[in-house]
C-alpha cells in the first residue's frame, strides 16, 4: 500500500508549495547520504564538495518548507483575523440596532404617557359636552367629530404604547394554528382578489404563550405590509409551525434551547433593499410613499415579539419578495382554556348602573391639574365629596388634616416622588376601609403588571371617560359596602 509523504498539518491553500519543498529535502537528503560514498570512491577529492553541495540543498529545501509554512499561518492568522472583525463589526451594528430599537422604545413610551394625559382632558371633556347637547343642537356634530378624532388618536397612541413594550398583555396558551385559521377570512378581505392568500399549518396544535390579540394584531400587520408590496398582485403564504432549531440556529437567533412555534408570513412582493432591512423595525421609518404609512406596523410587530419572549426575523431582496418569521416559545396544550379567557374578567364584573355614589369622600391624586379638574367635574354631578392632592406626599397631607374617612382614592400609579401604589399602602394604614382605583398612561412597572392581572378592576387605564370613571367608581363604592 503506497502512501505519501506524510506532511505536517499545513493549511489547504498551502499544501501543494509544501509538498514539493517536501520531497525536494528528501531527494537531497537521500542524495547526500548515498551519493556521497559514491562520490568517495570514483573521485575522491570531490566527495566532500558534493556532501556539501547535497546538505546545502537539503537544507535549504528544509527552510524553504519553513518559510512557506511560516506565509501560509501568516496568511491564515490576516483571513482569521479579517472574519473576525467582522464578525465583531456585525455584533457591533447589532449592538446599536438594539441601543437605538431601545431609545426609541423609551422615547415612544414617554410620548405616550403626556399624551394620554392630554387625550384623557381631551376626550374626556369633548364627551361630556356632548352628552350635554342634543342632535339638533348646531354644535352637536362639530362634538361627535372631535370625539371621534379623538379616539383616532387614542387608538394611535395604543399603538405607540406597543412599540414602547408597555402594552398589557394577557398571554394564554394560544394554538397559533388555531388562531391563523380563524384569521383567514378577516385577512382575505385585506388583501384583495387580486392577491391569493394560502395558509399552512401541521396536524398537531402548536401551543405559544401569547396574548391572542396581539397575535391577530402582528398577523394583520404583516399582512397589510405584504398586500403594499404586491400592488400588481401576488402570493401571499401564512405558515405556522412546530420547530426545534439546533443550537447554532438558536444561538444565532438569541433563543433558548427548546422547542418553538414558528409563524412565517412569505410574499411575492417587490421585495427589500439592505437600506430598507437595516431600519425595518425602527419607529416611524417607512418604505411607503407620501404620507400612506405611520412606520409603526413592524415597529409594533417587534414590540409585541419581544414582549412575548420572540424573535423576528426577515429575509428579503429587492424583486423577490419577503419572508417573516416569528419565533415563539412552544408550550404544553392546556386541558381547557377559552382564547378569550382572562380578557373577559373586567367585563365578567358589570356593575349596577343604579348604584349611588352620593356622599363618598373621593381623593383624587394626579400630577396633571387638568386630569384632577377633568376628573373632578366627572365626579360632582354625582354629589361624592372631593378631595385633591397633585402628589403623593401633597396627598398625605390632605388625608392627615381631613376629618372624616376617605372612602376611595383615585391615585395616578406613576408620580414624581411617592407613586401611587406606595402612597394608597401608607394611606390604608389610616384609612382600613379605603379602596384605591390607579389610574395611569401606560404599563410602567412591575407592580402595575401584577396589578392588572390579580385586580384588573382597581386599574383604570389613560384616556377614559366621564361614563368608564363612574361606572369603576360605583364599582368600588359597591364591594365596599
Same mark, same amino acid.
Given at each position: 500500500?503506497?502512501?505519501?509523504?506524510?506532511?505536517?498539518?499545513?493549511?489547504?491553500?498551502?499544501?501543494?508549495?509544501?509538498?514539493?519543498?517536501?520531497?525536494?529535502?528528501?531527494?537531497?537528503?537521500?542524495?547526500?547520504?548515498?551519493?556521497?560514498?559514491?562520490?568517495?570512491? +570514483?573521485?575522491? #577529492? @570531490?566527495?566532500?564538495?558534493?556532501?556539501?553541495?547535497?546538505?546545502?540543498?537539503?537544507?535549504?529545501?528544509?527552510?524553504?518548507?519553513? =518559510?512557506?509554512?511560516?506565509?501560509?499561518?501568516?496568511?491564515?492568522?490576516?483571513?482569521?483575523?479579517?472574519?473576525?472583525?467582522?464578525?465583531?463589526?456585525?455584533?457591533?451594528?447589532?449592538?446599536?440596532?438594539?441601543?437605538?430599537?431601545?431609545?426609541?422604545?423609551?422615547?415612544?413610551?414617554?410620548?405616550?404617557?403626556?399624551?394620554?394625559?392630554?387625550?384623557?382632558?381631551?376626550?374626556?371633556?369633548?364627551?361630556?359636552?356632548?352628552?350635554?347637547?342634543?342632535?339638533?343642537?348646531?354644535?352637536?356634530?362639530?362634538?361627535?367629530?372631535?370625539?371621534?378624532?379623538?379616539?383616532?388618536?387614542?387608538?394611535?397612541?395604543?399603538?405607540?404604547?406597543? =412599540?414602547?413594550?408597555?402594552?398589557?398583555?394577557?398571554?394564554?396558551?394560544?394554538?397559533?394554528?388555531?388562531?391563523?385559521?380563524?384569521?383567514?377570512?378577516?385577512?382575505?378581505?385585506?388583501?384583495?382578489?387580486?392577491?391569493?392568500?394560502?395558509?399552512?399549518?401541521?396536524?398537531?396544535?402548536?401551543?405559544?404563550? #401569547?396574548?391572542?390579540?396581539?397575535? @391577530?394584531?402582528?398577523?394583520?400587520?404583516?399582512?397589510?405590509?405584504?398586500?403594499?408590496?404586491?400592488?400588481?398582485?401576488?402570493?401571499?403564504?401564512?405558515?405556522?409551525?412546530?420547530?426545534?432549531?439546533?443550537?447554532?440556529?438558536?444561538?444565532?437567533?438569541?433563543?433558548?434551547?427548546?422547542?418553538?412555534?414558528?409563524?412565517? =408570513?412569505?410574499?411575492?412582493?417587490?421585495?427589500?433593499?439592505?437600506?430598507?432591512?437595516?431600519? +425595518?423595525?425602527?419607529?416611524?421609518?417607512?418604505?411607503?410613499?407620501?404620507?400612506?404609512?405611520?412606520?409603526?406596523?413592524?415597529?409594533?410587530?417587534?414590540?409585541?415579539?419581544?414582549?412575548?419572549?420572540? @424573535?423576528?426575523?426577515?429575509?428579503?431582496?429587492?424583486?423577490?419578495?419577503?419572508?417573516?418569521?416569528?419565533?415563539?416559545?412552544?408550550?404544553?396544550?392546556?386541558?381547557?382554556?377559552?382564547?378569550?379567557?382572562?380578557?373577559?374578567?373586567?367585563?365578567?364584573?358589570?356593575?349596577?348602573?343604579?348604584?349611588?355614589?352620593?356622599?363618598?369622600?373621593?381623593?383624587?391624586?394626579?400630577?396633571?391639574?387638568?386630569?384632577?379638574?377633568?376628573?373632578?367635574?366627572? +365626579?360632582?354631578?354625582?354629589?361624592?365629596?372631593?378631595?385633591?392632592?397633585?402628589?403623593?406626599?401633597?396627598?398625605?397631607?390632605?388625608?392627615?388634616?381631613?376629618?372624616?374617612?376617605?372612602?376611595?382614592?383615585?391615585?395616578?400609579?406613576?408620580?414624581?416622588?411617592?407613586?401611587?401604589?406606595?402612597?394608597?399602602?401608607?394611606?390604608?394604614?389610616?384609612?382600613?376601609?379605603?379602596?384605591?382605583?390607579?389610574?395611569?398612561?401606560?404599563?410602567?412597572?412591575?407592580?402595575?403588571?401584577?396589578?392588572?392581572?390579580?385586580?384588573?378592576?382597581?386599574?383604570?387605564?389613560?384616556?377614559?371617560?366621564?361614563?368608564?370613571?363612574?361606572?369603576?367608581?360605583?364599582?368600588?363604592?359597591?364591594?365596599?359596602?
Amino acid at each position: 500500500m503506497r502512501r505519501s509523504l506524510a506532511l505536517p498539518r499545513f493549511p489547504v491553500e498551502a499544501r501543494a508549495d509544501a509538498r514539493r519543498a517536501y520531497a525536494v529535502a528528501w531527494v537531497c537528503l537521500l542524495a547526500a547520504l548515498l551519493g556521497g560514498p559514491l562520490a568517495a570512491t +570514483l573521485q575522491p #577529492a @570531490r566527495a566532500r564538495s558534493w556532501l556539501l553541495a547535497a546538505a546545502s540543498l537539503a537544507a535549504a529545501s528544509f527552510l524553504m518548507m519553513a =518559510v512557506t509554512l511560516r506565509d501560509s499561518f501568516r496568511r491564515r492568522k490576516l483571513q482569521e483575523d479579517k472574519r473576525a472583525g467582522e464578525a465583531w463589526s456585525k455584533l457591533e451594528a447589532q449592538l446599536r440596532q438594539a441601543q437605538k430599537l431601545e431609545s426609541l422604545s423609551r422615547m415612544a413610551g414617554r410620548m405616550a404617557h403626556d399624551f394620554n394625559n392630554l387625550l384623557t382632558v381631551i376626550n374626556g371633556y369633548s364627551a361630556l359636552l356632548l352628552s350635554r347637547t342634543q342632535a339638533s343642537d348646531p354644535i352637536h356634530a362639530d362634538l361627535q367629530a372631535i370625539c371621534e378624532a379623538g379616539g383616532k388618536a387614542a387608538g394611535l397612541v395604543q399603538r405607540m404604547v406597543v =412599540v414602547s413594550g408597555r402594552q398589557l398583555a394577557q398571554p394564554l396558551a394560544v394554538d397559533l394554528n388555531a388562531v391563523v385559521s380563524g384569521c383567514r377570512a378577516m385577512l382575505e378581505r385585506l388583501v384583495g382578489a387580486d392577491v391569493e392568500l394560502t395558509t399552512a399549518h401541521e396536524p398537531a396544535p402548536g401551543y405559544a404563550m #401569547a396574548d391572542p390579540s396581539q397575535i @391577530r394584531q402582528v398577523l394583520t400587520n404583516l399582512v397589510l405590509n405584504a398586500r403594499d408590496a404586491m400592488p400588481g398582485g401576488g402570493k401571499l403564504r401564512i405558515e405556522a409551525t412546530n420547530v426545534d432549531p439546533d443550537e447554532g440556529f438558536a444561538r444565532e437567533l438569541g433563543l433558548h434551547a427548546g422547542g418553538y412555534v414558528r409563524l412565517a =408570513v412569505s410574499d411575492t412582493g417587490t421585495g427589500l433593499s439592505e437600506d430598507a432591512m437595516a431600519h +425595518l423595525f425602527e419607529s416611524f421609518f417607512t418604505t411607503k410613499q407620501g404620507a400612506s404609512g405611520a412606520g409603526l406596523g413592524l415597529a409594533e410587530v417587534y414590540g409585541i415579539v419581544k414582549q412575548n419572549g420572540g @424573535r423576528i426575523t426577515v429575509s428579503s431582496a429587492a424583486g423577490r419578495g419577503s419572508t417573516f418569521e416569528i419565533y415563539l416559545p412552544r408550550v404544553a396544550a392546556p386541558d381547557a382554556l377559552s382564547e378569550t379567557g382572562a380578557a373577559d374578567t373586567v367585563d365578567a364584573k358589570k356593575t349596577d348602573a343604579g348604584l349611588e355614589i352620593g356622599g363618598q369622600t373621593v381623593l383624587i391624586v394626579d400630577d396633571e391639574a387638568s386630569v384632577r379638574r377633568f376628573i373632578r367635574q366627572a +365626579l360632582a354631578p354625582y354629589g361624592c365629596v372631593i378631595l385633591g392632592a397633585g402628589s403623593g406626599e401633597e396627598a398625605l397631607g390632605v388625608a392627615a388634616v381631613h376629618d372624616g374617612k376617605i372612602d376611595i382614592a383615585i391615585v395616578d400609579f406613576v408620580m414624581p416622588g411617592l407613586n401611587g401604589l406606595d402612597l394608597a399602602l401608607q394611606l390604608e394604614r389610616n384609612h382600613p376601609a379605603l379602596k384605591t382605583l390607579y389610574v395611569s398612561s401606560a404599563i410602567e412597572s412591575i407592580g402595575m403588571v401584577s396589578m392588572l392581572r390579580h385586580a384588573p378592576e382597581r386599574v383604570l387605564l389613560k384616556p377614559f371617560t366621564a361614563e368608564q370613571l363612574v361606572e369603576r367608581v360605583k364599582a368600588l363604592a359597591r364591594d365596599s359596602d
